[in-house]
């Protein structure tokens, strides 16, 4: 025994983990998985902020994996100490419930919904720079959590479409009240209007009432740059927001009444092609990575390199997510 304590006890730190690529033929996401039992990721993460930003900053995502965290105490003080203060989910755009402090349910969508890549608040003008996802009870089936690489993503595009998109930028219209997304006190979180209209203002969001419904039109990037690495990386949300993201039998029966939720313009109101989108799409689907979730499984994602969308599933599945780091 103190034979064995002594071997555990002069173990380096970095004898302490291993890292690795989930798959050998792609970077993205470096897996960390400690080398001896019972390592709590906290404690660790709290030793190694600077291997992780590293790496981080590298490939994009870190999947972590076996580690000892209990909980979603852990969870909040593990994004804490990798990536400071937690962010309130402000100006949000699909239904969450708040667990703890900052501390989030993943999107609230029926199972069987694609939902598809996006990076995290990329339709606004402020954003995270990080988030990370906690599962708590994997899915029966199905229920990955897709990512892909910004940066191949904005590579893959045609440079004339990156032009375009970068100097026209993306217009978002969205309105609130419709009984098919959010209302705009969930939203903005009041039921104040006063509230609401002291908020746009800040951000640059023009906004229009009629009566109790809202419409609000912000344009921001379709092209932004990491502020750290320096890289240019496709940033919007444009192919998530446009109507031709919704299901024909919906998108069909709302044209009736010529009001969608929400929709995407090019900056200065025109349409945006469909060819244009299915580029866009296809961009995404080219650079897509899958895993299967394990309980206990936090994947932490520079929001800005990397982005996420989540797969139908069947069963009970629980996922929970803080978003750290205001970028903008």
Not at 131 to 152: L, N
Request: aromatic share 10%; charged share 20%; hydrophobic share 40%.
């Amino acid at each position: 025994m103190g034979s064995a304590r002594r071997k555990a006890m002069s173990l380096s730190q970095t004898d302490l983990v291993t890292i690795n690529p989930l798959d050998p033929s792609r970077p993205l996401p470096y897996v960390i998985q400690p080398a001896i039992t019972d390592l709590n990721l906290v404690s660790w993460a709290a030793s190694h902020r600077d291997l992780i930003t590293q790496h981080l900053r590298r490939v994009g995502g870190i999947l972590f994996r076996n580690f000892q965290i209990k909980g979603t105490t852990d969870f909040e003080q593990f994004v804490q100490t990798v990536a400071g203060r937690l962010l309130h989910y402000s100006f949000g755009s699909t239904p969450r419930t708040q667990v703890q402090g900052q501390i989030y349910t993943s999107t609230e969508y029926p199972a069987s919904e694609v939902i598809p890549l996006h990076n995290e608040m990329a339709y606004t003008r402020n954003w995270p720079m990080k988030i990370a996802f906690f599962c708590v009870q994997p899915a029966e089936s199905g229920g990955v959590t897709p990512i892909a690489d910004s940066r191949r993503i904005f590579q893959r595009l045609e440079p004339t479409l990156r032009d375009h998109l970068r100097d026209q930028q993306i217009m978002y219209i969205r309105n609130y009240g419709s009984g098919l997304d959010l209302s705009w006190q969930q939203v903005f979180q009041t039921h104040d209007k006063t509230d609401v209209e002291a908020y746009c203002q800040k951000e640059g969001i023009e906004w229009e009432w009629q009566d109790d419904c809202l419409t609000t039109r912000q344009v921001c990037q379709a092209i932004a740059t990491h502020p750290q690495t320096g890289e240019a990386v496709w940033f919007n949300q444009a192919h998530l927001f446009h109507i031709s993201n919704l299901k024909p039998t919906i998108r069909e029966a709302l044209s009736l009444g010529e009001v969608f939720p929400r929709n995407a313009y090019y900056g200065n109101g025109d349409e945006i092609e469909l060819a244009v989108l299915d580029a866009i799409r296809q961009a995404y689907a080219s650079e897509t990575i899958e895993f299967t979730w394990q309980a206990g499984d936090v994947l932490l994602l520079d929001n800005m390199l990397v982005a996420h969308g989540r797969m139908p599933f069947k069963g009970d599945r629980k996922m929970l997510v803080g978003m750290a780091e205001p970028g903008s």
